[in-house]
């Protein structure tokens, strides 16, 4: 064993039995005979490393110091005794002297738990020999230098605790299943607790796909994904970054919005951190009941709009799970750094509070003052207890809170609104791409959109200043360019008084209109886009009216899920004959019209987390014959 670490116990585990309060008395003893007077950890490793290498040295002379020599399969008494000497040294240097007589002597009354094997004779495998490929991780090997960053701490039996055996297997982040090898089988306990066969992760992945596949309904899809994900992490990330075209409406939209609604009829056992008003006060000790420290995404909601289904309180969950899910999928960010969590702070949905096996508090939301307050609370216990570069993402609050909420806590945490910043950059993406097939620039289209929440405003916004880089132009100019529809009819400078405040930039000069329909006439837009989170609002004579000025209308139907779309797929190409230039916020099967198949993309979820661009289609440029 090299002598670099003070890793006492992965040469010579202590004994298997309980030693007794005398015994430990006795060690505690021998702890100040070898490691009085250390006052630092060079002084440690001078004081330590001589005695591990006279232990070695005897054991490989096989020199007898107790009634049985050192054989290869027991380890001799006074090896035992000098590595346990030393290694309580270690631990005893690294708390403290005071406190060690008493953990050494509150541990005589409980079990120890030991680390490792014992050290056996024959063939039987020791973790001194095994490879990166099949450590304590489960079979990955340590990419981020997770395990190696923590070599130099003092390590003894009583400190560190390895996962193995059952609790192995209920480990979702390093359970592989059948797929542990014989060697992992021996070296974590696992003989007996599996079936004798050993297969590969891809047979396994074949055999959950096939599974899949066998189930009928989306939400049972999504049930199997999220219970394969409960336990066995890698299979489940490996299942979706192979299938990712496949998997991804069951793991988020459209799937997903059904699985909210019925969260509390599915819920088995929770995947992120429940914080409500309950919790008003202690919110710091409720982040620290996180497993994990090393936290570098944060997605958090409270439930009040979630994709186009309104208010679903605490069963919101389902969205931060998702989309944590495609950041490791599709952006490479290791699930050990994700952290869903959901805020509830009640909800004014009635079917919830009536519901028997609904999640959440049965109360109305709060507002004003005391929800700030619970928010403010929450914002800087994140940052005191993970730092100030942890990500937060705010997602599907509603549009009041969530204006407020990107403004106040800009500039002192690292935040991001999927909703107002990531759909709008995954649009104007979208919208570049299409005008090579189109043609002209962003300011030599004309933009109308049908909503004016969260993700209208914020796409307009980013149109807006991205025409005003290219153009030279101030942005209040560009804004001209961009209209705006919400329930009330066209945003116009005479209701200017009566508008929120993220609407008023957007009131320009012209007489009222009181519907999509007029708007489209009057305005006649080159570009129309969905964000009402109402369906079938892109009707016929919407559609045809944009097509009779436009030879290749854009058509963004963005709302989510499914069944909120502004308008299908089949609707689109078939009222525009064919020339429109289509995307949704929610997968659409492709359209076969006139001979000439349409492969709508999918144009809101996650595609900002990839490197490669994988919309696909006639949507932005690339026609399919």
């Not at 541990?107 to 024959?122: D, L, N, V, Y």
């Amino acid at each position: 064993h090299k002598p670099t670490t003070f890793q006492a116990s992965t040469c010579f585990p202590p004994p298997r039995s309980t030693p007794s309060a005398a015994g430990a008395r006795r060690l505690a003893v021998a702890v100040r005979a070898v490691a009085g007077g250390v006052r630092s950890a060079a002084a440690m490793r001078a004081r330590f490393l001589p005695l591990l290498a006279r232990q070695w040295q005897h054991r490989a002379s096989g020199s007898s110091g107790a009634r049985r020599g050192c054989c290869g399969r027991h380890q001799c008494g006074e090896t035992r005794r000098g590595l346990a000497a030393a290694a309580a040294a270690a631990r005893w240097w690294h708390v403290g002297r005071r406190g060690f007589v008493a953990s050494v002597e509150a541990g005589a009354k409980g079990e120890m738990e030991s680390t490792m094997k014992e050290i056996r004779g024959g063939g039987a495998p020791c973790v001194l020999d095994m490879d990166d490929a099949a450590t304590v991780g489960g079979g990955v090997e340590d990419t981020y230098g997770e395990d190696r960053a923590t070599e130099e701490q003092l390590v003894t039996p009583w400190t560190v605790s390895v996962a193995s055996g059952y609790n192995l297997l209920r480990d979702p982040r390093y359970n592989k299943g059948l797929a542990f090898t014989e060697k992992e089988r021996e070296t974590h306990y696992l003989r007996g607790l599996l079936p004798p066969a050993v297969t590969s992760q891809e047979l396994q992945e074949r055999k959950i796909m096939h599974n899949i596949r066998q189930y009928q309904l989306p939400l049972q899809r999504y049930m199997a994904m999220m219970d394969l994900q409960e336990g066995n992490e890698r299979l489940f990330y490996k299942l979706l970054i192979d299938n990712v075209e496949e998997l991804l409406p069951i793991v988020y939209t459209p799937t997903v919005g059904e699985a909210c609604q019925k969260y509390g009829s599915i819920f088995s056992r929770p995947q992120g951190l429940y914080i409500s008003l309950k919790e008003k006060g202690k919110i710091l000790e409720v982040l620290k009941n996180w497993p994990e420290r090393s936290i570098q995404v944060i997605v958090v909601t409270d439930g009040e709009r979630i994709l186009g289904l309104g208010d679903l309180g605490c069963q919101g969950m389902g969205i931060p799970v998702g989309k944590l899910s495609l950041y490791t999928a599709l952006g490479g960010v290791r699930p050990s750094a994700c952290l869903p969590i959901t805020l509830d702070v009640g909800t004014n949905n009635e079917e919830l509070l009536n519901d028997e096996f609904y999640i959440g508090l049965r109360q109305r939301r709060v507002t004003g003052q005391e929800y700030a307050d619970f928010l403010h609370e929450f914002m800087a216990a994140v940052k005191q207890n993970y730092g100030e570069k942890v990500l937060i993402q705010f997602e599907d609050f509603a549009n009041h809170n969530a204006f407020d909420l990107l403004a106040r806590y800009g500039t002192t945490h690292l935040v991001f609104n999927d909703d107002i910043q990531g759909t709008a950059s995954v649009v104007l993406a979208g919208l570049v791409a299409a005008l090579k097939l189109v043609g002209g620039t962003l300011a030599e289209h004309t933009y109308l959109f049908l909503g004016a929440g969260e993700a209208g405003t914020g796409i307009a916004e980013l149109i807006a200043l991205e025409m005003s880089r290219q153009t030279k132009t101030p942005i209040d100019e560009c804004r001209k360019k961009i209209w705006l529809v919400d329930s009330k009819g066209l945003i116009v400078s005479t209701r200017k008084e009566s508008l929120q405040h993220f609407k008023k930039p957007w009131a320009h000069e012209h007489e009222h209109v009181g519907n999509l329909l007029d708007a489209v006439n009057a305005i006649k837009p080159t570009v129309l886009i969905g964000t009402s989170g109402k369906g079938q609002t892109f009707t016929q004579e919407v559609v045809e009216a944009i097509s009779s000025f436009n030879e290749m209308p854009i058509i963004l139907a963005l709302s989510n899920p499914t069944s909120q779309a502004e308008c299908t797929a089949e609707q689109a190409y078939t009222w525009s004959k064919g020339r429109a230039v289509f995307a949704t916020g929610s997968p659409f099967d492709p359209v076969e019209y006139n001979g000439k198949t349409h492969v709508p993309g999918q144009g809101k979820q996650c595609i900002y987390l990839s490197r490669v661009w994988p919309w696909s289609g006639d949507v932005w440029g690339n026609p399919c014959a």
